[in-house]
């Protein structure tokens, strides 16, 4: 691509309408006074293989996977970081002049930026963590807490064997948890992530007994909508500390936004107001 070409970007999904992507990297688009667009791109998985290399020639400089595409994506990339092939996904394309894809997962980036800015005296070697879900959020946050030097991770998943297959993957610092034991470890944890869809809008709530909660851990759910989920209410009434899901999906698309349009951003208040118009 020539450098006089206006630089696009976007977000690949199917479906990939309800996506917030564009309205992040559109705030700052137009905050900073740059050239580019940032559009979203649905893609069926049949015809993902095909249009993928095709989209550098249309004059795109890189983009966003989210569901279904985050694990296809690695099979078809030239190039992927460690991280991703350890989380086993990737989020984050850079289509290069030299024609090649290079595929990088910052989920864990930003779920780890998301908590420093929210509790900047967060120290992550001070205790253990307790994590909720064995999804792919939950492979990035794993991944995340254990380069940071959390000392011990407890991960529960109502499908055990899931969650066996991830303390394989990741090692002896991650102990799996029986779910109806979850509630009992709570009051050792330091901090408590929820990577399962529970507590979502039109989701069943988490039914996990929180009265465990220690004053003063911090709790982050990774579920954005409704912004203020029941365990966050529950648990900032027990007096922890609280963290929720939308300043993750700001800081894991620094890194992107700044590859490709050539400014790093700042996650403030602002972009979390353009997100949630």
């Not at 004059?59 to 086993?88: C, Q, S, W, Y």
């Not at 779910?179 to 330091?190: I, R």
């Not at 003063?216 to 365990?231: E, K, Q, W």
Request: proline share 6%.
């Amino acid at each position: 691509m020539s450098d006089n070409k206006i630089p696009l970007a976007g977000v690949i999904g199917h479906p990939v309408a309800h996506s917030k992507s564009p309205n992040v990297h559109g705030y700052w688009l137009r905050k900073y006074g740059l050239k580019g667009h940032y559009v979203p791109i649905d893609i069926a998985p049949e015809k993902l293989a095909d249009l993928l290399p095709r989209l550098a020639d249309l004059g795109f400089v890189g983009a966003n996977v989210t569901i279904p595409h985050k694990e296809k994506v690695m099979e078809i990339a030239d190039l992927i970081t460690d991280r991703a092939t350890l989380i086993g996904a990737a989020n984050t394309l850079i289509f290069r002049k030299d024609g090649r894809i290079h595929a990088d997962n910052t989920d864990g980036y930003g779920f780890i930026e998301n908590i420093r800015q929210t509790i900047p005296d967060w120290n992550p070697k001070s205790g253990p963590a307790v994590v909720f879900g064995a999804g792919g959020a939950s492979r990035a946050v794993l991944a995340s807490l254990i380069d940071v030097g959390v000392p011990k991770i407890m991960l529960t998943n109502r499908t055990r064997i899931r969650a066996e297959k991830l303390r394989e993957d990741f090692g002896h610092r991650v102990q799996v948890i029986e779910w109806v034991q979850a509630g009992n470890v709570l009051e050792e944890a330091d901090l408590v992530v929820n990577t399962t869809s529970l507590g979502m809008t039109g989701k069943p709530e988490m039914r996990v007994p929180l009265d465990g909660l220690k004053p003063g851990a911090i709790v982050n759910d990774l579920v954005y909508a409704p912004l203020r989920t029941r365990l966050l209410a529950t648990a900032e009434d027990r007096g922890c500390r609280v963290v929720d899901g939308l300043g993750m999906l700001l800081h894991q698309a620094v890194p992107g936004f700044e590859r490709w349009f050539g400014k790093r951003p700042v996650v403030d208040e602002n972009v979390r107001a353009a997100v949630l118009r």
